[in-house]
């Protein structure tokens, strides 16, 4: 992999976010005593200083193929960055303390490409079934909320309690009786008004027009079946 080494000098030192900072001792390659380097991480992208502020790096690791894993060391809270495969260097390094290790392994650990794909990969399975479970009960109203009563209409022919002679009943529209459904109608959106009446008011006004337009219409029936049969030729 080519590397432009003047820009990632630059980007070393850039004000871009940094997620982990501080001092670690890490072991040479060639004399393997430990130094003090200044660490900064950013990204998959490991540079080490040799003191903090310092203009450029002295080197890099590319946390990409790797594995963080504690290193059995004569340095106390010590952890390797190994690279795997033939004639790849692996990195000796040692924190301060047990918290402080476990803090660098862990972002070390957290910085490759590999586990930020396998993160996207669980948060989009997450999300997909976030998505697919159904709701319990509608957003507006919640387990303990109170069920408004249903809505009612004021029927005017109700009978009251307090009156044993007197039913209940409903209006049925015809043809015939338009303007006593427009004068029920608005009887009825009158929330206020409680009307009262008794069964023979009721049927005077009703019921007597119906059975007498019935009766005609049976007449009416019974005189067409009448002339049919007068019409026809009998042997």
């Known amino acids: 992999m080519k590397i432009n080494e003047k820009n990632l000098c630059a980007f070393a030192v850039s004000a871009t976010p940094v997620d982990k900072e501080g001092y670690l001792n890490k072991r040479g390659e060639v004399n393997k005593n430990f130094q003090r380097r200044y660490f900064v991480l950013k990204g998959n992208l490991l540079f080490y200083f040799d003191k903090k502020g310092d203009k450029e790096p002295v080197g890099v690791i590319i946390l990409e193929g790797c594995s963080i894993e504690l290193a059995e060391d004569d340095e106390q809270f010590s952890f390797k960055v190994e690279f795997h495969g033939t004639n790849n260097r692996s990195y000796i390094l040692g924190a301060e303390s047990q918290e402080s290790m476990e803090q660098w392994m862990k972002a070390l650990a957290c910085a490759g490409y590999d586990y930020m794909k396998l993160m996207v990969a669980e948060l989009q399975r997450q999300l997909d079934d976030i998505e697919e479970t159904p709701l319990p009960l509608p957003l507006a109203q919640g387990v303990n909320s109170p069920v408004p009563p249903p809505r009612t209409r004021h029927n005017p022919f ?27 109608r ?6 206020s008004a409680k009307v009262s009446i008794t069964f023979r008011e009721l049927h005077n006004s009703y019921g007597r027009p119906i059975l007498k337009d019935f009766n005609f219409w049976k007449h009416e029936q019974r005189e067409k079946v009448d002339n049919s049969t007068d019409n026809l030729i009998t042997f």
């Open 158 to 184: 109700n009978k009251p309690d307090n009156n044993p002679h007197q039913r209940s009943h409903s209006m049925r529209s015809t043809s015939s009786n338009s303007s006593r459904l427009e004068d029920t």
């Open 186 to 191: 608005l009887v009825e959106n009158n929330a």
